[in-house]
C-alpha cells in the first residue's frame, strides 16, 4: 500500500457503507411473501462490530429497505442507519448526515460499489470498493479490496484502516 494511502487511512473515524454490492455480493433471494433476503459475511460483519466497539463511526446508506437487514446491522452496533433511499437519492442523504455530525470529509471512507454510489464518493471523501464492483466505480476509488462485495471486502477495508492506525490487534496485545 502507498504511503499517501496509509496516510489517508490514518484520518478515518468514520466508514459509511453501501449494502447490495458492498455487504452481499448483489444477490437477492424472491420469496413469495414479497421479502428479499440477503447473505451477509460473517467476518464483515466482525469487522463492523469490532469498529463500533473501538468507538468509530458505522453509517449504511442502501436504497434496500428489508427488516432483516436493519436488524442484522443493529445487531452489529450500527446505529446510523439509512435505509430506503432513493438509488439516486444517497448524496443528499450523505450531506444532512455529515451536517448533523460535523465530520469532516477526511475523516470519511465511503465503501460502494456501483452507479449509485457515484456522487458520493466523488465528494472528497476516501472512495474505496470491492473488486467486482462497476467499471465506473473501480476508476473513481482510492482504494480497490482485492476482495468481492459480501466475501470480505467491508472487513478488508476496516482492517486497513485500523492497521494504518495501529488498533488492528489492539484487543490481544
Same mark, same amino acid.
Given at each position: ?5 496509509t496516510?489517508?487511512?490514518?484520518? /478515518? ?12 455480493d ?12 440477503? /447473505? ?6 466482525y ?18 429497505s ?13 446505529t ?19 451536517a ?8 470519511i ?15 472528497? /471523501?476516501?472512495?474505496?470498493?470491492p473488486a467486482?464492483s ?40
Amino acid at each position: 500500500m502507498n504511503s499517501s494511502l496509509t496516510d489517508r487511512f490514518q484520518r /478515518i473515524t468514520t466508514f459509511i457503507f453501501d449494502i447490495d454490492g458492498v455487504m452481499t455480493d448483489g444477490s437477492v433471494i424472491a420469496l413469495e411473501s414479497g421479502e428479499q433476503p440477503r /447473505i451477509f459475511n460473517v467476518r464483515d460483519g466482525y469487522g463492523i462490530n469490532r469498529a463500533v466497539r473501538l468507538g468509530y463511526r458505522v453509517a449504511i446508506i442502501s436504497a434496500q429497505s428489508q427488516l432483516g437487514v436493519r436488524k442484522r446491522l443493529e445487531y452489529l452496533g450500527v446505529t446510523d442507519i439509512f435505509i430506503g433511499t432513493s438509488p439516486d437519492g444517497k448524496l443528499p442523504v450523505f450531506k444532512k448526515y455529515l451536517a448533523e455530525t460535523n465530520i469532516t470529509l477526511d475523516e470519511i471512507v465511503y465503501m460502494g460499489d456501483d452507479l449509485p454510489d457515484y456522487e458520493v464518493m466523488r465528494t472528497g /471523501i476516501l472512495a474505496a470498493c470491492p473488486a467486482d464492483s462497476a467499471e465506473e466505480i473501480l476508476a473513481l476509488a482510492d482504494y480497490i479490496s482485492p476482495k468481492n462485495g459480501g466475501y470480505g471486502a467491508v472487513r478488508d477495508l476496516i482492517e486497513q484502516v485500523l492497521k494504518a492506525q495501529g488498533k488492528w490487534m489492539s484487543w490481544f496485545e
